[in-house]
């Protein structure tokens, strides 16, 4: 049975999932709006992990007795000014993320429900790996300084890498 307190920041997690999964929707439109395709997939299937983060959090809630609430949302920024841009507000938002994560991480000690503090472990060792994944391709950005071949290239390695993702969720 979970407490009031880990249902509620369970829940709020739930938003902030859903919501991520909206944002990394409307950056995937930009790029294929703006002649990013390879992005654009990465941001797609990126949509996609968010909604399972989401789903996964949808169940732990329900299985422990409790009830999943969905609640309302603030649109997503629809236009942003480079592809440079897109990715800094994606590593921008992951860190958010990562600070709520920790933040139900720090309450499940508060309450002692260890069960909980260990499901969340599986988020906090996916954020790290998201962070790392958002660092690796904005440092190559900026080393490419807005170059148009540059940039070429690293939208077919996000559109190699969105194709391996794809591919490991497969199996
Ligand atoms: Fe599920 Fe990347 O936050």
Redesign the pocket.
């Known amino acids: 049975m979970l407490t009031e307190k880990i249902e509620n920041a369970l829940n709020h997690q739930i938003g902030v ?1 859903e919501h ?1 999964s909206r944002i990394y929707l409307a950056m995937a439109i930009w790029c294929e709006t703006h002649g990013y395709p390879g992005a654009a997939n990465f941001l797609y299937a990126q949509s996609d992990e ?1 909604r399972m ?1 989401m789903l996964k959090l949808v169940h732990y809630v329900n299985d422990r007795g409790g009830v999943a609430r969905l609640g309302s949302l603030e649109a997503p920024v629809l236009s942003y000014g480079s592809l440079l841009e897109v990715f800094q507000a994606v590593l921008k938002h ?1 860190q958010y ?1 990562s600070s709520e994560i920790n933040k139900v991480y720090g309450l499940t000690l508060e309450e002692r429900d260890y069960t909980t503090g260990q499901f969340m472990q599986w988020y906090i060792a ?2 790290i790996e ?1 962070e790392s994944t958002m660092r690796g391709i904005l440092d190559k950005m900026e080393l490419a300084g807005g170059e148009r071949g540059g940039i070429f290239h690293i939208d077919k390695e996000l559109d190699a890498m969105a194709a391996a993702s794809g591919a490991a969720e497969a199996e």
């Open positions: 999932e991520s968010e983060h992951e993320v996916e954020q998201e």
